[in-house]
């Protein structure tokens, strides 16, 4: 799973409505694996992009190399542009958990893929 997947995922529990994002991760085991850079892609990324909530998830993981708030020039900053692709592209958690804030659900993380599925209870 690339932080990007992880930057669009909230907790979907029934009942969880608030607070449900981002999920935190826990646990993690990441690979970086690279991929070709499109800045087309990036950019138009960059209004999708949760950037607070990317930033913290960087930090738990104790990546720190991107700037605390999105720069004014991102979509023409080269440099900004390739950490950004670096972190959200190329970085794959293969394995660990997800947890929601609010309501405590975890989510596991196995073989890169994210297992959302929730117990009929949950739904
Ligand atoms: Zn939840």
Do not use: W
Not at 17 to 23: D, K, Q, R, T
Not at 47 to 73: F, M, Q, R, S
């Amino acid at each position: 799973m690339r932080l990007i997947t992880h930057n669009m995922l909230q907790c979907h529990v029934r009942g969880c409505n608030a607070n449900n994002f981002p999920l935190e991760l826990q646990e993690v085991v990441l690979e970086q694996e690279e991929a070709e850079m499109n800045e087309d892609f990036l950019r138009n990324m960059l209004g999708k992009l949760e950037y607070d909530a990317l930033v913290a998830t960087c930090h738990k993981l104790d990546i720190n190399d991107l700037p605390v708030t999105l720069p004014e020039d991102a979509q023409y900053n080269e440099e900004f542009l390739q950490i950004l692709h670096r972190i959200i592209l190329e970085t794959h958690v293969k394995s660990g958990k997800m947890v929601c804030p609010n309501c405590n659900h975890t989510y596991s993380i196995r073989d890169g893929i994210p297992n959302m599925l929730l117990a009929e209870h949950e739904v």
